[in-house]
């Protein structure tokens, strides 16, 4: 199996987001993520007149002006209009009246169409929405540190969930999906290589694991979605059978191994920093950049310098690509010996210079909480 076969495997969260179902056209405009599958969202009926000239958040403003060119819906009169209605009915919402809004527009950096909420507890109850079987009713409770009934898994997949969770902190929840034995305990063993647990446990990057529906093997194998602190991947449905092979494990491993590097880079990287690598080491032609910001839209450019070598074509797409495909590609070639049953799975080599910097990197992971 050549590495380029691969090149379709890896997504971050361009060009589409997927939390939810995509809205189409006699859809509302934006929709609110569902936080786990045993929730529906209550239908919101808001027609406060104070709410339809209220300002947003200057982040936000920011944000939609920033990627006016680049987002679709932000490009189109009607379709932005029918958006910013939309988001007006959910963004000013503050159920326990704490201060946080209960939701954000603002997702992965850039205007969203699928509303993420912002409060960890919108309902107040002290149970974490994704925890609360009821995210907007404060009338139950629940112990903390179990996995709740609504969440749990049975059989082999159940064991999984609860190895990962006990051992790494990481919640395998159902969500469009069903979760299965195969992929969980492919990255459970991946997150026990050598390089990667010893600062794994400590990143808060990583906490959540979804079964998407709509994730394909073939096209997007996994996900990583900093602001749920979360990795999507298939499941039954995605694989369309409850065993995957053994290239198939192999390909999985390395995807996840590609969506830590996302993880790893949001968690510890400087949007400097990456500038300064990425010019260094990647080929990458970058105007320097007036504020920190990891989500700048010039990290979203694709590389346009013909020669620069890359360990794929993928890592052409966008500098978070770059690294995520490079920092896939390093790991997976030191830890050969530990992968021997993907000897067939070949990953390109990075420069030495990258080496020395992903050295860096894990070493200050490992003395950092992400
Ligand atoms: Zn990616």
Redesign the pocket.
Same mark, same amino acid.
């Given at each position: 199996m050549k590495f380029s076969n691969l090149l379709l495997f890896?997504?971050?969260?361009?060009p589409s987001l997927t939390y939810a179902e995509e809205p189409h056209d006699a859809s509302p405009a934006c929709a609110r993520f569902r936080v786990h599958l045993a929730q529906e969202l209550p239908a919101e009926k808001v027609d406060d007149p104070t709410l339809r000239n209220r300002p947003f958040t200057g982040e936000l403003e920011k944000a939609i002006n920033g990627w006016k060119e680049r987002i679709e819906f932000l490009q189109d009169d009607t379709e932005r209009a029918r958006w910013l209605q939309c988001i007006r009915q959910f963004v000013f919402l503050d159920t326990n009246k704490n201060g946080i809004p209960d939701w954000t527009a603002l997702v992965d950096g850039r205007p969203s169409r699928t509303l993420f909420p912002l409060d960890p507890d919108i309902d107040g109850d002290g149970v974490p929405n994704l925890f609360d079987p009821d995210p907007y009713d404060n009338t139950d409770g629940l112990p903390h540190g179990v996995i709740p009934a609504h969440l749990s898994l049975t059989g082999e997949s159940g064991l999984w969930q609860k190895k990962l969770w006990l051992d790494l902190g990481i919640l395998a929840i159902n969500h469009t999906d069903e979760h299965l034995a195969d992929t969980l305990a492919t990255i459970y063993s991946t997150l026990q290589l050598d390089s990667v647990r010893k600062w794994k446990r400590e990143v808060r990057g990583i906490n959540v694991l979804y079964a998407f529906g709509h994730r394909s093997p073939e096209m997007e194998a /996994? /996900? =990583?979605h900093p602001t749920a602190n979360a990795i999507s991947i298939p499941g039954r449905g995605g694989f369309g059978g409850n065993h995957l092979s053994t290239t198939q494990k192999c390909k999985f491993a390395s995807s996840i191994l !590609?969506?830590l590097?996302?993880a790893l880079l949001f968690g510890i990287v400087s949007s400097d920093e990456l500038r300064e690598k990425a010019v260094d080491s990647g080929g990458w032609n970058l105007p320097p950049i007036s504020n920190n910001n990891i989500w700048s839209p010039i990290f979203f450019e694709s590389l346009n310098v013909q020669k620069a070598k890359v360990v794929s074509d =993928?890592a052409r797409?966008n500098v !978070?690509?770059w690294f /995520?495909?490079s920092f896939a590609a390093y790991i997976w070639n030191k830890e050969q010996s530990s992968i021997s049953d993907c000897q067939q799975l070949h990953h390109g080599q990075v420069s030495k210079k990258l080496k020395v910097w992903f050295e860096t990197l894990l070493t200050r992971a490992q003395t950092r909480t992400l």
């Open positions: 890896y997504f971050i969260l361009w /996994a /996900a =990583y !590609h969506e590097g996302h =993928y797409t !978070h690509e /995520a495909e």
